[in-house]
């Protein structure tokens, strides 16, 4: 930071870590910083009817749960994280932090205690620990399973891009998700 200084002004907002509100917060700052305010003020109020359009068009307090699967490890994304606040911000009942964690590496009576109505796993890979779940005879407790509302996102867009396009990315997707309609591109 002290180097970067030394050549520019420097500006740190917070980037990791941050929730879909931080984030919002942090495009307006960007655009009054590069004299763009009234632009970044016209497009954060877009993004924000966008965001309300796709909320009507979801059930309000439908329990749902996000997170990544690898082959050995399942992290939830809970509210206090990007993915689970941009969902939360939707009107949906994502899960709160477990013992002062974010985003807890879970397992599968873990999920069980959760019990979403749907399940949104981004698969980091080809072998991943939901699809070893579904195996389980636990699995079929599970309410998300029981409806058939388990559905599988795109890890890049869900888990890793954050910004006003990315939320919008997530709201279109779990519209689309809620109303069965399939994903174009899943990786």
Do not use: C
Not at 79 to 84: S, V, Y
């Amino acid at each position: 930071y002290t180097a970067l200084q030394q050549i520019a002004p420097v500006l740190l907002l917070k980037s990791r870590n941050e929730t879909y509100a931080e984030n919002l917060h942090s495009a307006a700052i960007i655009g009054e910083v590069v004299g763009k305010k009234r632009e970044m003020q016209a497009r954060l109020e877009q993004h924000k009817e966008k965001m309300a359009q796709w909320a009507s068009q979801l059930p309000t307090g439908t329990r749902v749960a996000f997170g990544t699967s690898r082959e050995q490890l399942f992290n939830l994304h809970t509210q206090e994280t990007w993915t689970g606040s941009v969902l939360a911000s939707l009107g949906l009942n994502v899960p709160a932090a477990m013992a002062g964690a974010s985003m807890p590496s879970i397992g599968l009576e873990q999920m069980l205690a959760v019990n979403p109505a749907w399940l949104l796993v981004a698969h980091y890979r080809e072998e991943s620990i939901v699809k070893r779940w579904q195996q389980d005879p636990l699995w079929q407790i599970l309410t998300a399973a029981q409806k058939q509302q388990v559905a599988s996102v795109d890890s890049n867009a869900w888990a890793r891009m954050r910004g006003i396009f990315a939320a919008e990315r997530i709201a279109a997707d779990t519209v689309k998700i809620f109303h069965h309609q399939p994903l174009t591109d899943v990786k």
